[in-house]
């Protein structure tokens, strides 16, 4: 039986106490429906089920919430769904007094108003009949269906989780094997613990201290992962209400003295916004965001003082993925833009599946109308940008993607009560997130559940992941502090214990570099296949997947895992490691460029100084170890090694390949010219990896963008393209010294 729920010792109708839930301070939410009455609820319970015809009063607000996100809804299961639950636990009443029936309308509310469709709303109803009633799942089945009697199996699973530490490792386990097959348990999970979080008022100081803790160390970053920001903003704030009432205080107050404050600079930044979006003719919604109790707490911390706009930032909403990227670029001609705020997650979009461009933009001076300011403050706003489907997947989540295992033609039947639905085993979910993939992956391949524990504690605690980019123009997502170790368990599983050595941004690195957000990163794989893994490498491996492998190869290989050496022509201080020139490498990894030479079996590499890329006209000359280097002819260390009478090695491009260039423009500022000159490239065939601009001087500004191309063949067009766009004078590649 739940915690919550306690049964009288004769099964009759129990009237609600005068008793209240204590409930902890609700957080500052977006525009929503207040709070419901739970004690009504239950009054309207006790009345027994409605007729047959008409649904029941109690489920009122639900179905209003789901009919919001679904207008086209077949409402009957619900309905049958609350009969049901109301009747199994009829005579329950949670430690607050109210029925007990109460709990699973609270927590399938939640879900209704997140958007969750309406097979997940059917089990969240009956979440706990299994578990606290003689309801069976025999009978669940038969009423609705294997897809309800799959889900309320998978949360009464995880309602037996037992939280203390000697229990943790293996239980945790199963709730998350049971989260990974079907990602609306954990969705039901969560919304379940929210609102006993609440309504914890009504237990013990030490308990509720111990509840708020395991939420805090293991609910609320599952919320993260799976991208339910909206419950994982009141969960962090409920939270720290309970933990740290003292910084909750204080956090309050600072909010409610600035919501009394007569003037809002986040106001005026938004009527500047919507009158630059409106003159621009892109159709926008600008919302002002505040800012939950513990994002204020942190940037308390972090700025000191907390000045108007630091409450809260500007959300932009449009329709197409296009009219992001023009909000910004108006937004950057109009407004003086703080180019280290800029991040594109649409492009790369995060682990949790969330999508958006930040940005932010100074004030002017004058605007600086904090208390104690002076003209010399400038203040910051923070935009986010991204259209009306990414902020719904945003805010909710895995839960606003429906049912992710069925198709969009039968989406509907999916819903209807007795359809036929997946059965027990192996589920195919193509809207899983990587990290909650990968996580499944790791979680089998533990050799012991204290392994699975402290890895899966170490990856909750990480709170940023970055984007690496592999040669191939493929991607792989890593936790922030990773290293080319877990890039190569990343990208080739337990085929990495062949690596030796990584290429980062075109320069040969250690295994042990540390890899930055947009690095290029590729893997050099040695050819035996008998290859083991340095037992060195554990001390540089951050992710489950890598830890998880080496310990795993090590403990069935006593003795093994020497300390790796350095392959042969391994230089640390070298620009580009050797590879061979048009030699086939093994399947499935990265081969270097198609370079072909005057001497056959020569290594060749590219040289750093003037990063040579197809169609570019090359020339080689050859080093130490029999090395050829290659070099654009106009570079001019071609000319300084002619002068010495070095000797020329015919060299030559094979087959055009996908190459990355970076490029810059050069230009007058104007209105509208970073929008025009993103679609220019777009048009053209380049992918945007990373872009920055320079703050104007003198009217003119320097854009720098690294761009993906499928064919280097198709850059000189690139760059015409480029210099046509008004205002654009100059496009150049980039030059860089060797070291």
Not at 44 to 56: M, S, T
Not at 78 to 97: D, F, I, M
Not at 445 to 474: H, K, M, N, Y
Not at 657 to 676: I, K, P
Request: net charge negative.
């Amino acid at each position: 039986m739940s915690a919550e729920a306690t049964n009288p010792p004769t099964p009759v109708p129990v009237v609600p106490t005068a008793a209240t839930a204590a409930v902890a301070p609700a957080t500052v939410r977006r525009k929503s429906r207040p709070r419901i009455d739970l004690r009504r609820l239950g009054r309207a319970a006790l009345l027994g089920p409605a007729a047959r015809d008409r649904l029941p009063d109690a489920i009122g607000h639900v179905v209003e919430a789901h009919r919001a996100h679904h207008p086209d809804a077949d409402l009957e299961p619900l309905r049958r769904a609350y009969l049901l639950a109301e009747s199994s636990h009829r005579g329950q009443t949670r430690k607050s007094g109210e029925p007990y029936i109460t709990h699973p309308l609270a927590v399938t509310l939640i879900l209704a108003e997140l958007g969750a469709e309406t097979t997940t709303l059917t089990a969240s109803l009956l979440h706990d009949t299994v578990e606290d009633t003689e309801v069976t799942l025999d009978q669940v089945r038969e009423q609705f269906g294997e897809e309800v009697r799959y889900l309320v199996d998978g949360v009464t699973k995880l309602e037996k989780v037992d939280y203390g530490a000697a229990a943790e490792p293996e239980t945790f386990r199963k709730m998350l094997v049971a989260t990974g097959s079907d990602v609306r348990v954990m969705s039901i999970k969560l919304a379940d613990r929210l609102h006993n979080m609440r309504t914890l008022g009504v237990m013990r100081p030490e308990k509720q201290a111990r509840i708020a803790g395991v939420t805090r160390d293991v609910l609320i970053p599952l919320a993260e992962r799976l991208g339910v920001q909206a419950l994982k903003t009141e969960l962090e704030d409920l939270v720290f209400a309970i933990l740290h009432p003292e910084e909750y205080e204080r956090t309050r107050e600072l909010i409610a003295e600035n919501a009394a404050r007569a003037a809002d600079p986040l106001a005026v930044v938004a009527d500047e916004v919507r009158a630059v979006l409106r003159e621009a003719g892109i159709p926008a919604e600008v919302l002002i965001r505040p800012r939950h109790f513990v994002s204020v707490h942190r940037v308390a911390r972090k700025r000191g003082r907390l000045r108007g706009a630091d409450f809260g930032r500007l959300l932009v909403l449009v329709g197409e993925d296009a009219d992001c990227y023009g909000v910004l670029g108006e937004l950057h001609t109009c407004m003086t833009p703080v180019v280290s705020e800029f991040k594109d997650f649409i492009a790369v979009p995060k682990f949790n599946l969330y999508q958006s461009l930040h940005t932010a933009v100074a004030l002017p001076q004058a605007r600086a109308d904090s208390p104690g300011g002076t003209s010399n403050d400038v203040q910051v706003v923070e935009v986010l940008i991204r259209t009306h489907q990414m902020h719904k997947v945003a805010e909710a989540g895995v839960v606003a993607l429906g049912n992710p295992y069925a198709s969009a033609a039968d989406a509907s039947a999916a819903d209807a009560p007795g359809a036929d639905d997946p059965a027990d085993g192996e589920r195919a979910d193509p809207t899983r997130p990587g990290w909650l993939s990968r996580l499944l992956e790791w979680q089998q391949a533990a050799p012991d559940p204290d392994t699975f524990w402290s890895t899966l504690r170490e990856d909750l605690a990480q709170d940023r992941e970055i984007t690496v980019f592999r040669p191939d123009g493929g991607t792989l997502g890593l936790p922030e502090g990773a290293t080319c170790v877990d890039a190569a368990y990343g990208q080739y599983g337990e085929d990495a214990h062949a690596c030796i050595g990584a290429r980062v941004n075109g320069r040969l690195a250690t295994l042990s570099t540390v890899l930055k957000d947009g690095d290029t990163v590729e893997l050099l794989m040695g050819q035996d296949p008998a290859s083991e893994p340095s037992r060195e490498w554990l001390e540089h491996a951050h992710t489950p997947a890598a830890r998880i492998a080496i310990q795993r190869w090590l403990a069935t290989h006593p003795g093994g895992g020497a300390p790796a050496e350095e392959p042969a022509g391994y230089r640390a201080d070298a620009d580009f490691p050797e590879r061979r020139a048009s030699g086939p490498g093994p399947a499935g990894r990265p081969q270097g460029a198609d370079v072909r030479t005057d001497r056959p079996g020569a290594a060749v590499r590219l040289a750093g100084c003037c990063t040579p890329v197809p169609p570019d006209e090359i020339t080689g000359f050859p080093v130490r170890g029999g090395v050829v280097t290659v070099h654009r002819v106009e570079c001019a260390a071609v000319a300084h090694m002619k002068s010495r009478g070095r000797a020329e090695i015919g060299v030559r491009w094979g087959d055009t390949t996908a190459c990355r260039v970076t490029l810059v423009a050069e230009s007058f500022g104007r209105r509208g010219l970073l929008a025009d000159l993103t679609e220019a490239i777009a048009l053209a065939g380049g992918d945007i990896v990373s872009a920055t601009v320079e703050p104007p001087s003198e009217q003119r500004v320097r854009h720098t963008y690294t761009l993906q191309l499928p064919d280097a063949a198709g850059l000189p067009s690139l760059m015409r393209a480029m210099r046509d766009v008004p205002g654009v004078y100059d496009v150049s590649r980039t030059r860089h010294q060797g070291s």
